[in-house]
Nanobody, 125 residues
Framework: QVLLVESGGGLVQAGGSLRLSCAAS????????MGWFRQAPGKEREFVAA????????YYAESVKGRFTVYRDNAENTMYLQMNSLKPEDAAVYYC??????????????????WGQGTQVTVSS
């Protein structure tokens, strides 16, 4: 089991940057594929990015490719999402999640068993 806590959300102007963090507690952080998802009001939760067990592979939704970067520090049990060139449509609650599935890339919401509580990102135009 792993407990996930996100931080780093906030209010930013369009074109600005934010870095989200996801701190994990529990055992074997490096045994999980980690992902970021987001949910805007009235919309389904959607995949944003995923990172492989060692961090050598990443996968992004088309909508964020080239603007967002996911990385992890297994020694610190932490994953990050660097978000640049933010747009109003990026505003959402962002969730980190952990998957014990061995498939890659993993963008399927239901394959992530552990979720954080979410952090709000607001982008003003």
């Amino acid at each position: 089991q792993v407990l996930l806590v996100e931080s780093g959300g906030g209010l930013v102007q369009a074109g600005g940057s934010l870095r989200l963090s996801c701190a994990a507690s529990g055992r074997s952080f490096s045994s999980y594929v980690m992902g970021w998802f987001r949910q805007a009001p009235g919309k389904e939760r959607e995949f944003v990015a995923a990172i492989s067990w060692s961090g050598t592979r990443t996968y992004y939704a088309e909508s964020v490719k080239g603007r967002f970067t996911v990385y992890r520090d297994n020694a610190e049990n932490t994953m990050y999402l660097q978000m640049n060139s933010l747009k109003p449509e990026d505003a959402a609650v962002y969730y980190c999640a952990a998957s014990s599935s061995r498939s890659w890339p993993n963008q399927i919401l239901n394959e992530y068993a552990y979720w954080g509580q979410g952090t709000q990102v607001t982008v003003s135009s």
